[in-house]
């Protein structure tokens, strides 16, 4: 899940593996946001048991997502290309 960051310009990404938030990274504008996306998809790789008071929270966001929350499957490409997408609206701030 990505959200515009407090930082203008910068993506706050939730990496969601295994039922629970494995890692949440801030993604900076620019060639930096591939080492973010590179440490939060190794974290979500190695999650561990299901939590479901995370998943719990998880899935109020996914029923009634705010406007800016926009959704990745956890591949590198993919969400980067979600993060651009909030660029924009990171930097309206």
Partial sequence: MLV??????????FF???GRVAAERNLPP?????LEVEA????????????????L????????PPPELRIAP???EAILRAAALLYPLASES
């Fill in 4 to 13: 515009p960051g407090v930082d203008p310009g910068f993506v706050r990404a």
């Fill in 74 to 76: 956890l591949q590198r």
């Fill in 16 to 18: 969601v593996a295994g």
């Fill in 57 to 64: 929270l998880v899935d109020s966001f996914l029923r009634r």
């Fill in 30 to 34: 620019g060639g930096g946001a591939v």
């Fill in 40 to 55: 939060g998809l190794s974290a979500a790789r190695r999650a561990g048991e299901l939590d479901l008071d995370e998943l």
